[in-house]
């Protein structure tokens, strides 16, 4: 699934990137110091997401509480968030219509598993 996110108090504009299976794919950072963007946006690609998290939340920069690693953790951990979520919900969704298959007419019906 492709995430596209505006980082906050840090120099890069974007960050854009794919999770597929739970591994970063695709990485664009636009925006920011040209050689660190570059360098984190090839660095990650192929890692497990929750790794990215791991290592680099928090990351300060320099006087900042920010910085592009710990901006694009961030994105990476809503990201799977939302994934989630979105997950839950179409479970929720199942269960949904199994119920109305449960009862017709009037009366109840057993679905078999």
């Not at 570059?38 to 660095?43: C, F, H, P, T, V």
């Not at 949904?96 to 019906?109: L, P």
Request: hydrophobic share 35%; with cysteine.
């Amino acid at each position: 699934m492709h995430y596209s996110y505006t980082p906050e108090g840090v120099h890069s504009k974007s960050i854009e990137f794919d999770i597929e299976n739970n591994i970063v794919k695709n990485v664009k950072i636009i925006g920011g110091c040209d050689g660190n963007t570059r360098g984190l946006s090839q660095i990650v690609v192929g890692l497990p997401a929750k790794f990215v998290i791991e290592k680099w939340k928090g990351t300060p920069c320099m006087y900042k509480a920010t910085s592009c690693p710990d901006q694009f953790a961030i994105t990476i951990e809503e990201a799977l968030a939302k994934m989630e979520a979105e997950k839950a919900l179409e479970a929720l969704q199942e269960m949904s219509k199994a119920q109305s298959k449960v009862i017709r007419d009037g009366k109840q019906i057993t679905v078999a598993s």
